[in-house]
């Protein structure tokens, strides 16, 4: 079958000329570690002047039309016969919370929306668990004010981050509890301590039924830096780990007391306590500038760790502007 997924627009001019490209990596990536190979022919097409990415695949599987609908790129999706005719495929979302969750908070530093979802999947697609649905536990180690958190919550699952700017941990504790009560979902929220860093902890009910039953989601923030989760949390406690590291140019990297410019000191140390909070099977994905650091040092950081640095057929580097080539490196765990 031939199919053409109709690309999201995207508001960011610049992003919006890589979206095309970033969904065919995207698609390739997922096909090629979720679905045995199953999309081929991934081809960038426009048709009746739009971006779409066309491809074949066999009948969709549960599975298969399951991470289709949900790709960063997927607006819509259609069958496409030989006479260039649409036909639209239903979508199966996996959003349980409102998508405005991701998109009002508006601030400078923020990591693209779609990019952190397209993380997300494709490091969701290098784990032992892509194919599973249950509420995986996502830490973002560089949270800064929560984009990672928000949409896997969005997914259903449970969201820890970690961030040293205080300013951060604030702004972003004052709008989540001001969103779970906009939007009147049972909750808990308890702004505490743990070994004396400032912590959030809140826990919400997609549903009020959901909430008694307690079926809910947790999020935890803690105000710190990111060498200390190995004394916060418990080894092996996370599936996955995803993170947007700094740039070197907006956000400094703090590896120490002087604030370091180049991100490349602050993996080096931070991989090692990160791969350790880490579960077997897990996956750990990282975007960062290329432009300071080289692929090549940080695949060998990883693999340094244990951790086996994923190959896929397409790269997703892309320019966010004249100082930052965006690129994304995911490494399994064993
Ligand atoms: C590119 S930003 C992440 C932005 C985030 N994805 C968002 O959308 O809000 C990187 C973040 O790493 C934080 N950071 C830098 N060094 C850190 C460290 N040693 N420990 C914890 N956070 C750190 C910076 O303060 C910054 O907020």
């Not at 909750?187 to 997609?206: I, N, R, W």
């Not at 989601?217 to 993170?243: C, E, G, K, M, N």
């Not at 340094?304 to 502007?321: I, K, M, T, Y």
Request: hydrophobic share 40%.
């Amino acid at each position: 079958m031939r199919y053409a997924l109709l690309v999201s627009p995207s508001s960011n001019r610049v992003y919006a000329q890589s979206a095309p490209a970033l969904a065919a990596a995207e698609l390739l990536a997922v096909g090629e570690r979720v679905l045995d190979g199953a999309i081929t022919h991934v081809t960038q097409t426009t048709l009746g002047s739009v971006d779409y990415v066309t491809f074949e695949a066999p009948d969709l599987s549960e599975l298969s039309r399951g991470w289709l609908s949900n790709l960063a790129a997927t607006f819509a999706l259609y069958r496409l016969d030989d006479d260039g005719r649409l036909s639209p495929v239903d979508l199966t979302r996996w959003d349980q919370l409102d998508s405005d969750l991701i998109t009002i908070q508006k601030y400078s530093g923020k990591t693209n929306e779609a990019f952190t979802k397209l993380l997300l999947n494709v490091t969701l697609a290098a784990s032992a668990f892509a194919a599973e649905r249950r509420p995986l536990s996502v830490l973002d180690p560089l949270c800064g004010r929560g984009t990672t958190l928000n949409q896997a919550l969005s997914y259903g699952f449970h969201a820890t981050g970690v961030e040293v700017d205080k300013k951060d941990f604030e702004a972003y504790a004052l709008f989540i509890q001001r969103w779970v009560k906009d939007h009147r979902l049972k909750h808990t929220a308890v702004q505490g301590s743990v070994k004396g860093l400032p912590k959030l902890e809140v826990e919400l009910g997609v549903t009020k039924e959901r909430f008694k039953s307690g079926d809910t989601l947790r999020l935890t923030y803690v105000s710190a830096d990111t060498h200390a989760i190995s004394q916060v949390f418990q080894p092996r406690t996370f599936d996955l780990i995803v993170t947007d590291a700094p740039y070197g140019v907006l956000h400094g990297a703090h590896s120490g007391p002087q604030t370091a410019r180049k991100p490349g000191e602050l993996l080096q140390t931070a991989i090692p306590v990160w791969r350790a909070a880490l579960r077997p099977g897990g996956a750990m994905g990282i975007a960062w500038n290329r432009l300071v650091l080289r692929r090549e040092d940080l695949a060998r950081v990883l693999a340094e760790n244990g951790l086996e640095v994923c190959d896929f057929s397409q790269s997703f580097e892309h320019r966010v502007d004249s100082s930052i080539a965006r690129d994304l490196i995911v490494a399994r765990l064993a």
